[in-house]
């Protein structure tokens, strides 16, 4: 049985969780934040990032290298086209979710999310390295309907739980969301993401563990 480790606030952790749910492959969650110090965390996740897995084999971290080891143990429902040429298109649009705008956008997170600040150095640097790279996107991304085409794909996964982070970001640090400003009507394509049950349950989770740090934050 595979343990997910991290929490339901994560939009990595999501990622995976989504994908889990999507294949209805039997899992347990424990709850273990971001930054620990532990031996038992950093011999999984030496970053001490999440999520991370635990399995029969052993611990895995990073959300992609876990998503394709579920993808090659649990192949139906498949969440990458047969074909390679298409299967790796869809890795393509996860790499520039993750790495190029996910990533970029969380130099925003300290003032957007958790009452930090961002020099405003910074804040250019991002702002110039999201408008190219949310271009660049743009190009990519299908919403036909789904993120890679006409069929739910792992790159949705990717996308559905990271894209609104971008517009929250955004707007907050820069009073703009430069999701739309790049031209990506990202909106009606999340409600129909998250019209899905594996999406409904990462809601439920989320907003329940959202609702319960506003209560112990009371
Ligand atoms: N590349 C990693 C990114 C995971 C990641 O950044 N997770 C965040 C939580 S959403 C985290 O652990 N942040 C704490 C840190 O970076 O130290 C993956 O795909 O799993």
Redesign the pocket.
């Known amino acids: 049985m595979i343990t997910l480790c ?1 929490f339901a606030l ?4 999501n990622k995976v969780k989504m994908v889990l749910l999507e294949k209805g492959v039997p899992f347990v969650e424990e709850r273990v934040k ?2 620990s110090k532990d031996e038992s965390v950093l011999s999984c996740s030496p ?5 991370f897995i635990r399995t029969e084999h052993g611990a895995m ?4 290298a876990i998503v394709d080891y579920i993808e090659a143990t649990h192949p139906n429902p498949p969440l990458v086209p047969a074909d390679p040429w298409q299967a790796a298109k869809v890795r393509e649009l996860v790499t520039f979710i ?1 790495l190029h705008i996910e990533l970029v956008t ?1 130099e925003l997170y300290p003032k957007a999310f958790f009452g930090g600040e961002v020099s405003e150095s910074n804040a250019a640097r991002t702002r110039k390295l999201l408008e190219r790279n949310l271009a660049a996107f743009k190009r990519l991304a299908k919403f036909s309907p789904y993120v890679a085409g006409d069929s739910f794909t792992q790159a949705d996964c990717a996308a559905w739980v990271s894209l609104p982070l971008v517009t929250m970001a955004t707007k907050i640090v820069y009073g703009e969301d430069l999701l739309a400003a790049a031209g990506i009507a990202w909106k009606p394509y999340s409600a129909l993401i998250g019209a899905r049950p594996s999406a409904q349950r990462v809601i439920a989770d989320r907003n329940a563990e959202r609702d319960q740090a506003a209560t112990k934050a009371a």
Do not use: A, I
């Open positions: 991290g994560s939009n990595y952790y971001t930054g970053l001490g990032k999440v999520p971290c990073e959300s992609q993750d969380r």
